[in-house]
């Protein structure tokens, strides 16, 4: 009975995740857009669907190593808004105190060792981490999130083919939204399926629909069973598509004008808000509460990141070396 209880899905936070990571993407893209503040980043709207079942499946101590496009993996994982806005404008409410911009999140309490800002970078330290925790016989899985382009990268090769050799508690999760930054993945694999990767370094290798939470969450939930239990890792390949550009302020020329119409039309925050409806799990006036409260909370956040300073002169040894240097005046 315990068994499934811990394995038993709770789609009312599913959907509250979606509706954060939506909003809080959405408010990047108006507030920078409209001149309101600046900042760089990488969206990840239309992906949520794969952050949010990770953030219901991954246990708190758990870790996560994500990517520059992370914003969705770190509201998953629990890291406030604030200090995710907070590093992503340069204030000293960010996880680093804002100094280590959009690219370079992280937040070890939560479990987000890492963000990487080089494509592939994240599986060999996800790897050491794992190792890591087998040696130290710790009952804690490490999932690395990356995109499709990461596949094709050596580092990518070696860390699957340690982490199966090893059998680490690790999974890969490979956030598949059909372009390495501007180029589409036919142009780039000679393979169809990402997953079918997994069968060279003889591990489990799972596609789902990545628009899906539970679809994502019940492969997720496998994976970590697996890995916990000393099976080694596995691939799952989360087949999605990312609604905005690479970067912000990239027009997408090309992304054809037809493929992007019908992935706007699937949008996964609104389907899974009518699964829930449809199947009474919520009605409308509670998914309205929750529509509202996301609102709430990003503009709460925003507010309290704007209001706060920037890194003083103070900060620029901080944080570098273990004594800081205290340099003649």
């Not at 806005?85 to 959009?102: D, I, L, Q, S, W």
Request: proline share 6%; with cysteine.
């Amino acid at each position: 009975m315990q068994r499934n209880w811990r394995h038993r899905v709770n789609e009312r936070r599913l959907y509250e995740l979606m509706v954060l990571m939506k909003l809080a993407d959405d408010r990047l893209s108006k507030g920078i857009g409209t001149g309101e503040f600046m900042c760089v980043y990488w969206p990840s709207r239309g992906q949520e669907a794969i952050a949010a079942a990770m953030g219901v499946a991954l246990r708190p101590d758990d870790q996560l190593v994500t990517t520059y496009r992370g914003l969705h993996d770190l509201i998953g994982k629990g890291v406030p808004l604030e200090e995710i806005y907070g590093e992503m404008m340069g204030r000293v409410v960010g996880a680093g105190r804002g100094k280590g911009g959009t690219m370079h999140i992280a937040n070890p309490a939560k479990g987000v060792m890492l963000s990487t800002g080089i494509v592939g970078a994240g599986p060999p330290v996800a790897v050491g981490l794992a190792m890591a925790a087998k040696r130290k016989g710790l009952d804690r899985v490490t999932a690395v999130s990356f995109g499709d382009g990461a596949t094709n990268t050596g580092s990518f090769h070696e860390a699957a083919n340690m982490a199966a050799l090893w059998d680490l508690p690790l999974v890969f999760v490979c956030q598949n939204n059909l372009f390495a930054e501007m180029t589409p993945t036919t142009d780039t694999m000679k393979i169809a399926r990402v997953a079918d990767r997994a069968a060279g370094y003889g591990m489990p290798g799972v596609r789902v629909d990545g628009n899906d939470p539970l679809a994502v969450h019940s492969a997720l939930v496998q994976a970590l069973d697996r890995a916990r239990g000393g099976g080694g890792p596995t691939l799952l390949e989360c087949v999605t598509f990312r609604f905005r550009g690479h970067y912000f302020g990239d027009r997408m020329p090309y992304i054809p004008k037809d493929q992007l119409a019908d992935a706007l039309a699937a949008d996964p925050v609104p389907r899974f808000r009518s699964r829930l409806e449809a199947a009474g799990i919520c009605d409308t006036d509670e998914l309205d509460r929750i529509d509202a409260e996301a609102q709430a909370a990003v503009e709460v956040a925003l507010r309290t990141v704007l209001a706060a300073d920037p890194p003083s002169i103070d900060e620029l040894d901080r944080d570098v070396y273990a004594t800081p240097i205290q340099f003649p005046g």
